[in-house]
T-cell receptor, first 112, second 114 residues
Framework: ETGVTQSPTHLIKTRGQQVTLRCSSQSGHNTVSWYQQALGQGPQFIFQYYREEENGRGNFPPRFSGLQFPNYSSELNVNALELDDSALYLC???????????FGPGTRLTVL | QQQVKQSPQSLIVQKGGISIINCAYENTAFDYFPWYQQFPGKGPALLIAIRPDVSEKKEGRFTISFNKSAKQFSLHIMDSQPGDSATYFCAARLGETSGSRLTFGEGTQLTVNP
């Protein structure tokens, strides 16, 4: 059984740029959730994708967007990067019918 | 109403001691309460979880105590070991109609001294 994988591991961007982060869900999982974890804080829910559609969104602006593909993998896109977007971005996969979310190792984004 | 409050922010215990981390919530719509362990540079890993219709759950050295009327729950780590040194997060889940989102506490940095 393959766990949740994310790419890239680290990324450095400048303010105003756009970034795409990628996530492959655990084998058999049909739901992907994205979280932002600022340094020293708990993860904050960005949004969730199920059956290729957004299924719930946290308090994040529209410049945070996502996709889910037929193989259940997912992308997080962030436009017009701001300094405060610097964080660890976590992807979690799950089965829609079960409670547990399994997290990947995250992508560390630094915005300069 | 979405918040989960966690305490203490940091905790130092001796090897073999008991580590206790507490969380409180407001939203009675939360239906699932997991605890995650996170090591530096890694994603959170599920430790143990409980539903609100159960008052206690034990798995190995880890126990969750849940008080539904007080809207509080806690993690007890028995016989704490240096390898338990990590950051611990409590979380609470809003159900499927809200995208099954997890709301996390601020985290507790646990240090277990040898």
């Amino acid at each position: 059984e393959t766990g949740v994988t994310q790419s890239p591991t680290h990324l450095i961007k400048t303010r105003g740029q756009q970034v795409t982060l990628r996530c492959s869900s655990q084998s058999g999982h049909n739901t992907v959730s994205w979280y932002q974890q600022a340094l020293g804080q708990g993860p904050q829910f960005i949004f969730q994708y199920y059956r290729e559609e957004e299924n719930g969104r946290g308090n994040f602006p529209p410049r945070f967007s996502g996709l889910q593909f037929p193989n259940y993998s997912s992308e997080l896109n962030v436009n017009a990067l701001e300094l405060d977007d610097s964080a660890l971005y976590l992807c979690a996969s799950s089965l829609q019918t079960e409670n547990t979310q399994y997290f990947g190792p995250g992508t560390r984004l630094t915005v300069l | 109403q979405q918040q989960v409050k966690q305490s203490p922010q940091s905790l130092i215990v001796q090897k073999g001691g008991i580590s206790i981390i507490n969380c409180a919530y407001e939203n009675t719509a939360f239906d699932y309460f997991p605890w995650y362990q996170q090591f530096p540079g890694k994603g959170p890993a599920l430790l143990i979880a409980i539903r609100p219709d159960v008052s206690e759950k034990k798995e190995g050295r880890f126990t969750i105590s849940f008080n539904k009327s007080a809207k509080q729950f806690s993690l007890h780590i028995m016989d704490s070991q240096p390898g338990d040194s990590a950051t611990y997060f409590c979380a609470a889940r809003l159900g499927e109609t809200s995208g099954s989102r997890l709301t996390f506490g601020e985290g507790t940095q646990l240090t277990v001294n040898p």
